[in-house]
């Protein structure tokens, strides 16, 4: 088992080698393998390079991101601008369908509102308007139409996890509620959680996933 130095060595690392993140602007702190990110960015799509890098490392139990948005002034654009140029991001984002998404825009910050058949839609639109110039901040109020029945579902989800974490999934517990999935059990690092969650979000009828998995 990696020791909290070892871990915040190697998140450090991840950051240094992601492009696009200013590492030298990111503080890294760990206690019992909770990685703690703080500092000050200069776009939303950077904050979110950096989480998704730290998640990567394995021995990361779980991450707080303290990460905040001060836009340089030449990239700070006004809520029409956003607004036009993330409908038009929404028009060509493979599997959003057009006018299933809205955008609400106000101080940078926007919200994405609206109904699609599954979770994986909702995130692909939130990862095309979080590389957009002058977002701060992305709010994701899009729901998820109830496809399946819990016992489909949760089928479906311990299939893939088969498919793709074979050693893992015999240690994890699925279990759905109107549309809500729950996992519980152990795993070995971040990246096989990662790969829990993702086969949670990927099956139909899907709205939400709680992650209660502990990583050993």
Known sequence: MKSDLQIRHDVEEELEWEPGVAASSIDVEVKEGVVTLKGHLASFGEKVAAEQAAQRVGGVRALIAELTVHLPQEEVRGDGEIANFAHSMLRWTTGVSEGSVRVLVKHGHVVLRGT????????AAVRAIAQLRGVIRVANEIEVKHLAEPEEISRDILDAMHRHAEREAGHIRVSVREGTVTLSGTVHSYAERAVARGAAWAAPGVGAVVDD???E
């Open 213 to 215: 998995l502990n990583v």
């Open 116 to 123: 699609v058949d599954y979770a994986w839609q909702s995130r």
